[in-house]
């Protein structure tokens, strides 16, 4: 069987912490910053953890682990 492809879009976008868990950027952080209050703009600036469990194990995949 050959080996599994690794999705790059994805290899860019997520990244596994220490214990396995996926680490993600928050969206809507990239461009129109003018009308977001610096509280927003911070809380959308700090990486999170991917929860849903069906995304976990889609992203899983496309990572191939």
Do not use: Q, W
């Not at 680490?23 to 461009?31: G, P, S, V, W």
């Not at 927003?40 to 600036?45: A, I, N, Q, V």
Request: no cysteine.
């Amino acid at each position: 069987m050959p080996k599994m492809k690794t999705n790059k879009g994805a290899a860019k976008r997520f990244k596994p912490t220490a214990t396995g868990k996926l680490k993600r950027r928050k969206a809507l952080f990239n461009h129109i910053l003018t009308k977001k209050s610096a509280a927003r703009k911070r809380r959308l600036s700090m990486s999170t953890l991917v929860t849903t469990p069906g995304d976990v194990k889609r992203i899983r995949r496309m990572l191939g682990r």
